[in-house]
Structures are given as structure tokens and as C-alpha cells.
């Protein structure tokens, strides 16, 4: 208790710490030769403003005893008595060995070593086959594919980058020949194709004829899920390191018998330049397709993930912004078409330049696989709402004050190219916390690949985001028609401003909400009230000035009525987010979803943060609906929620396991522990149709290994 509480002192200090520095700035122009327009009411608006952020600051950390569920019993190991003292969480580890074995134990340069990855299970126990294999093997052609299954998948270590040494062609990897298991799913009794007892997948490697002697290092993540006749385990990864030496000459000893199963034509495949296929599949809302991303199928696949970058523009994060950069470049097209285009060509460098730093870290950084990760560190996210805070009340124009001139650095004035470059920034950073349609997908297959494809693919969604404000800036006769100058143009800003401190509060409010998090603990929500009360203040400005600005009965209901919305939108979301929800959703640990899986129910699980704005969008618009709600609650359901608002190991690997990086995701398993939906967007009947198939899963159903 002592400790928490001292947790709790640390946080408060640094909210109120980081809140005080910013009100400090603004009241710097008060003392001594500050030179304001309109004094009473920005001393006003400066002291509502900084007792908003406090008041964020405290609600953040506000303990919510109250919305922590009722603990739920783990599931003992498969094979032990349900009586046991000892609950331990069952994963496919215990039902699968996996190692590693080389051909050779030296090779010179220039030679081919194969890398047996061998999987041996106890007996009844089997793994689904990899991706695009299903077809294998003796009679395979006859054995039928089950869509729900996760699939075994060799890769290499995310974040580990391969000694140019060695050359590892995962792309050629020859996978065992399948068994046939028979089940019936609901349509009648099915063969399906699965890797049972002792097989091994081997990867053809080679090595560099140049490669300089020594001790060459590969790490592996070997991914797998091992069911039996009456269910399935958590899936598993497990990591393998395997070392090959480099020598003067290959060593002739004859390799273990299993090399005898490896075909080494495989190398007359590999360097006649020959190509395999791995499908990607996409899933926009109910309508499916899928792509081969190799050839044309590439140029296809940055297409995709440019126009979700593109379709990042309309998501909840970036809004705001848009009229900001709409204005500043309608005015820098009074000036010269030639500058507007130069500064649009600078932003949508600025929003690239983001995109390939976060590629660049995802392909050479250890350990970082999605921008998520960015999000968990509560300092982070802080940081982001300080900066935003500071810019929007900049721009914003309602703070009409002189301040010291560092103050305006952060300020991205549009008429200037590192403004324009940093509003690029800045815009693409806000992007982060959403995910648009098909662009995770894309982002997600390529962290999967080398770093010239992963800076490629985050090149492409860099350049869909900035292609927009890079047409706005070519044809500005676009933009002709918004408010350059004068009180119609001061309103915008001063309205868009004040909804930036709104986004400002929620990511400040959100990384001191990381701060308190220990799973499964759900974070407080309170600071939502922050977020609604400047929303709720550039309505009600925005009703005031209409009145005062313009006598046009047309201009009046419009904005006015526009206004109003806005009001009632701000209140909404306080309401909403701070609520308890009508779904009564379980926070995730591996022990909760194994016991309801135990239990024989169809497991829901919902990723969440609340740095997630898209998160929030799909509760809202989706799971929150009353008829899809009455399903998450019904009796034979286990609604389960992973919040990822802090740094909760235990969610992010689940995350992994699902082959996924980014965040909002929904889950949906059968009774039978087998994946009938893995969605990062989806509608109420989607959701409603995923459980009915779940339902229908008998306990029993899962394939039964074939003798």
C-alpha cells in the first residue's frame, strides 16, 4: 500500500510539474511588459486553461477501485487435476518441443548449410500447418483448410538484424508433408491436414563467398499452436539461436538422418532466381481480398498501404489539424503559387520523414515491432500532449501575448519551411494513436520482412498521408474559398486551437494514466472530462462569435447549429468514457482467458488503450450497441478486454500471438478454442455473426490427431 501510494506522489508531482510549466510560460507575458489585446479576457481564458490541464492532471491518477471485475479462477495444466493447488497457465509449450540442429557443424564460404527446425509433440497433440502449405504432402489435395487456425510460422527475431555473412532464405522454407485429422465442424466429418509426432521444417541457408572465418548468429521466433481432440492451447512462441562457424572448409561428416528428408534441389530453385508466393490477406469491414506481394502484387500492396495512409487524414487523431493547414496554405497562396507549392512539398516531406523514422526503427531496433510501443511509454505520450498544448494555444490566437521568443519555436508558422516541415511532423505523429482500414495489414506483413521493405511499405503510407495538403498546395484555387484574414479566420483558429488542447488533455491524461496502470487494473478515465470541457468551450465560443461576428440569419443557424452539435458531443463523451459501458468486460490475464476457455465459452477479446482514438470509435459505434452488447454479456460469452494504455507484457504478447501489431483488434474464439474472427475493423453484425459461428463449435470439435 505504502509503495502504491509513493506511486501515486511521483505521478502527481509530474503531472502538476508539466502543467505548471506551461501555465509558467503564459504567465510570463503578465509580468513586466506583456503585451495583451483583450487583457481581462485572456487572464480568464489563461486561468481556465490551466486549471482544465491541472484538473487532468489529478483526474488521471484518481484510483477506480470500482471498475476492477471480480477476479476469475485460472485453468489448470492440461493433464492435471482440476483440484490442484497450483494454477498455472497452459500454452503450447507444454505439448511442443521445438530446436534447432544445422547439417553442418562448420561450412566454408560460399557453401549451403541447412537449418533443420524440428517440432516434436506428445502424442494426440498437433500444430496447424503454415501458411499456403495446406496442400502438402500424400492425398493432400483431398484434405480440407480450417480458416479459424494459427497457423506455424518461421521468422526472424523482430528487431534482429541477420550478419550479411550468411544468407537465410525463409521464403524457400520446405515444410514436412501433412497427416490427416478428421473433424467435424458443423458440416459434416472433414479431413484437415496437421504436422503431428516428431517433423521438421528446414530453411535453406548459404553463405557469403567472401564471409570472413568466425561464429555467425541467427535468432529465430518459431510461432505455433498445439490442439488435441478436445481443444487447443494458448499459442506459443519460442525463440532459438542457432550458430554456425565459418571455417576453411566444410565439414564432410554425413549430417543427422533427418537431412536425409531435405530436398537440396531447393538451391537450384533459390539461385536460378525462381520466387514463392506468401498471400496476404485484407479484411475491409465485411468484403475480403487478398494479395501475392510478389512482382506486380508489390506495387499493389504499396498502393494499399498509401491509400490508408491517406484515409489517416479522416481518422479522429488528425481533424483538427486539417482546417489549420487548409488556412495557412490558402494564405501563403496569396503570395506566390510557387512558395504554396514549395511549403506543401516541405510538409509532405515533414509527414514522410516521420513514417521512415518509425520504419527505421522497426527494422534496425531490437525489440521494436510496432508504434504502439511509443504509446506505452507513459513519458511519451505526455510529451506528444505538451507539445500539441503548446502549439495550439500558438496558433489558437486567442492568447494574444509577448512572450520570450523560444516560446514561438514549437510553433509551426505555416508561411515558413521549418514550420511547414514541423506541422508535417507534427500531423503525422497525431496519426500514430489511429489506424485507418487495410494500412495495418500492410504494415503489419512487412515488419515480417527485410528493412528495405519495411522502410518501403512506411514510405508508401507516409506518402498517401501527405498527398492530400501535397495537391491542396499545387491547385491552391482549391482552398480560395476559406477565411484568410480577419475575425472569420481568427474564430477558425481559435476553435481549432481549442479543440488541440482537448487532444492535448487526453494524450496527457492518458500517459499519466500509464503511469498508474498494473494489469489487470483498468486506468482511470476521469481525465475524459478534461478532453470534454475544451470541446465543450470552442462550441460555446464558437456560438458566441457567430453572434457577434455576423447579422446573416443563414451563417447564424449553420454555425450556430454547428455549435450546438459540438456541445452536445463534448458532454456525450464525458459521459460516455467515463461511464462503466454496458458491456461487462473481464481485464485480460492468461489465467482469465484460459479459465473461460475451460469453461467451454465463446472468448471475446477486445484490445484497447487509451491512447487508441480509433479504439474508442469501435466501442462506441460498434460494441457499445445494444444488440451487439446483449451478446458480449450473455452467459455462454466471456467478454475480455487487453488494455495496452501502459506496459503490459502480458497483452502485448497475446497481441503478437495474434500475428498483429497495431491496434484496434477484435478476437473472437470458438468454444473449442479455435480463432473464428481477427479483425482490426469491423460492424455489429460482424461481431454478432462471429459469435453465432463460435457458438457453434462443440467442445469436442477441434481436430482429433490422426493414428
Known amino acids: 500500500m505504502r509503495a502504491m501510494r509513493t506511486t501515486e506522489l511521483r505521478a502527481t508531482f509530474l503531472a502538476n510539474s508539466i502543467v505548471s510549466w506551461l501555465c509558467s510560460v503564459l504567465a510570463a507575458s503578465l509580468r513586466g511588459g506583456g503585451a495583451l489585446t483583450g487583457t481581462l479576457l485572456n487572464r480568464h481564458a489563461l486561468l481556465a486553461t490551466c486549471i482544465v490541464l491541472l484538473a487532468t492532471a489529478s483526474a488521471s491518477i484518481t484510483p477506480v477501485s470500482a471498475q476492477i471485475p471480480p477476479k476469475i479462477p485460472g485453468l489448470p495444466v492440461f493433464g492435471k487435476p ?159 539461436m542457432v550458430r554456425i562457424e565459418i571455417a576453411a572448409a566444410t565439414t564432410t561428416a554425413a549430417p543427422s538422418a533427418m537431412f536425409q528428408a531435405f530436398d537440396p534441389t531447393v538451391y537450384r530453385a533459390i539461385r536460378s532466381g525462381a520466387t514463392t508466393s506468401k498471400v496476404i490477406e485484407f479484411n475491409l469491414l465485411s468484403y475480403k481480398f487478398s494479395i501475392d506481394p510478389t512482382g506486380w502484387g508489390f506495387v499493389a500492396l504499396l498502393l494499399i498501404a498509401a491509400l490508408g495512409g491517406a484515409l489517416l487524414n479522416f481518422t479522429p487523431c488528425v481533424l483538427p489539424v486539417i482546417p489549420l493547414k487548409i488556412m495557412g496554405l490558402a494564405q501563403a497562396a496569396q503570395g506566390s503559387r510557387a512558395r504554396c507549392f514549395a511549403l506543401g512539398v516541405v510538409m509532405s516531406l515533414g509527414v514522410v520523414a516521420f513514417w521512415m523514422v518509425l520504419g527505421s526503427l522497426m527494422a534496425f531496433v531490437q525489440g521494436f515491432s510496432s508504434a504502439n510501443q511509443l504509446f506505452q511509454m507513459p513519458w511519451f505520450t505526455i510529451l506528444v500532449g505538451v507539445i500539441i498544448g503548446a502549439m495550439a494555444i500558438g496558433m489558437a490566437g486567442m492568447f494574444t501575448i509577448s512572450l520570450p521568443n523560444w516560446v514561438y519555436h514549437p510553433q509551426p508558422n505555416h508561411d515558413s519551411y521549418l514550420g511547414s516541415f514541423s506541422f508535417g511532423v507534427m500531423t503525422a505523429v497525431l496519426s500514430t494513436p489511429c489506424t485507418a482500414p487495410l494500412m495495418g495489414t500492410a504494415v503489419a506483413w512487412s515488419t515480417t520482412e527485410g528493412a528495405g521493405t519495411i522502410l518501403t511499405v512506411f514510405g508508401a503510407v507516409g506518402a498517401g498521408m501527405a498527398l492530400p495538403y501535397l495537391v491542396l498546395s499545387a491547385f491552391p484555387s482549391l482552398v480560395e474559398s476559406m477565411p484568410r484574414t480577419g475575425k472569420a479566420s481568427d474564430l477558425i483558429k481559435q476553435v481549432m486551437g481549442l479543440l488541440l488542447l482537448a487532444a492535448s488533455a487526453y494524450f496527457i491524461g492518458a500517459g499519466l494514466s500509464g503511469v498508474m496502470v498494473e494489469p489487470p487494473t483498468p486506468p482511470s478515465k476521469m481525465y475524459w472530462w478534461s478532453v470534454a470541457a475544451f470541446g465543450f468551450a470552442a462550441g460555446a465560443w464558437l456560438l458566441l462569435r457567430t453572434m457577434i461576428i455576423t447579422q446573416k440569419s443563414l451563417n447564424r443557424v449553420v454555425f450556430g447549429g454547428f455549435a450546438l452539435v459540438m456541445l452536445a458531443i463534448s458532454l456525450l463523451i464525458g459521459i460516455s468514457q467515463t461511464a462503466k459501458g454496458p458491456v461487462d468486460w473481464i481485464y485480460y490475464t492468461p489465467q482469465r482467458l484460459a479459465s473461460a476457455q475451460s469453461e467451454g465459452k465463446v472468448v471475446v477479446v477486445d484490445f484497447t488503450a487509451e491512447w487508441c482514438a480509433n479504439c474508442k470509435t469501435f466501442e462506441a459505434l460498434v460494441l457499445n450497441l445494444p444488440r451487439v452488447a446483449r451478446e458480449l454479456n450473455a452467459d455462454d460469452v466471456a467478454s475480455i478486454k487487453v488494455d495496452l494504455t501502459g506496459n503490459n507484457s502480458e497483452g502485448n504478447a497475446l497481441l503478437k500471438a495474434s500475428h498483429r501489431v497495431t491496434i484496434p483488434l477484435l478476437l473472437v474464439y470458438g468454444r473449442d478454442g479455435s480463432l473464428i474472427l481477427n479483425a482490426s475493423d469491423y460492424t455489429p453484425q460482424q461481431v454478432i455473426d462471429a459469435i453465432d459461428a463460435a457458438r457453434n463449435t462443440a467442445r469436442n470439435a477441434a481436430p482429433a490427431s490422426g493414428e
Open 82 to 240: 482440476a483440484a490442484a493447488a497450483e494454477v498455472v497457465f497452459a500454452d503450447s509449450r507444454d505439448q511442443v518441443e521445438v530446436r534447432a540442429q544445422i547439417a553442418h557443424a562448420n561450412v566454408a564460404p560460399g557453401g549451403d548449410v541447412p537449418i533443420a527446425i524440428e517440432f516434436e509433440l506428445l502424442k494426440g497433440w498437433h500444430i496447424w500447418p503454415a501458411e499456403g502449405v495446406s496442400k502438402l504432402g500424400p492425398n493432400a489435395e483431398e484434405l480440407a483448410e480450417f480458416d479459424g487456425a494459427i497457423r506455424t510460422e518461421i521468422t526472424v527475431k523482430p528487431g534482429a538484424v541477420i550478419d550479411p555473412r550468411v544468407q537465410l532464405n525463409l521464403t524457400f522454407i520446405r515444410w514436412p508433408a501433412l497427416h490427416a485429422a478428421t473433424a467435424d465442424l458443423g458440416d459434416g466429418p472433414k479431413q484437415f491436414g496437421v504436422y503431428e509426432g516428431q517433423v521438421a521444417a528446414f530453411i535453406p541457408a548459404s553463405i557469403a563467398s567472401d564471409a570472413a572465418p568466425g561464429t555467425v548468429e541467427i535468432p529465430l521466433l518459431v510461432s505455433f499452436q498445439a490442439c488435441n481432440d478436445s481443444g487447443c492451447s494458448a499459442p506459443a512462441d519460442v525463440e532459438l
